[in-house]
Nanobody, 128 residues
Framework: QVQLVESGGGLVQAGDSLRLSCAAS????????????MGWFRQAPGKEREFVAA????????NYADSVKDRFTVSRDNAKNTVNLQMNSLKPEDTATYYC?????????????????WGQGTQVTVSS
């Protein structure tokens, strides 16, 4: 089992920055966090949950949605069991609940069905 807890959401103005964090705990049966791809997704009211960014397992690279490329950066600190999403130049259309998710040995897929574990989400609201 992996438990995920997001934090860092809030109300900001357009153009501001925000840093989300996802604290993860993996079970004791040998699955260290580094072996999980970690993804960030978001869901706005009345819309489907959509992919934002992901970082692959096992020292792999990153993957971004076109809408956030060059504005958002995903990173991980395996020693601290955290994954971060640095969000710059925020826009009102970035307003959503943001979720982190974990996929064992995953490639950092954009498909939400690939992820086995999900956090409860943190709200990000960007005013114009």
């Amino acid at each position: 089992q992996v438990q995920l807890v997001e934090s860092g959401g809030g109300l900001v103005q357009a153009g501001d920055s925000l840093r989300l964090s996802c604290a993860a705990s993996a079970s004791a049966f040998g699955r260290t966090l580094s072996r999980y791809a970690m993804g960030w997704f978001r869901q706005a009211p009345g819309k489907e949950r959509e992919f934002v960014a992901a970082i692959r397992c096992c020292g792999g690279g990153t993957n971004y949605a076109d809408s956030v490329k060059d504005r958002f950066t995903v990173s991980r600190d395996n020693a601290k069991n955290t994954v971060n999403l640095q969000m710059n130049s925020l826009k009102p259309e970035d307003t959503a609940t943001y979720y982190c998710a974990a996929d064992f040995l995953g490639p950092g897929s954009a498909g939400k069905s690939e992820y086995e574990y999900w956090g409860q989400g943190t709200q990000v609201t960007v005013s114009s």
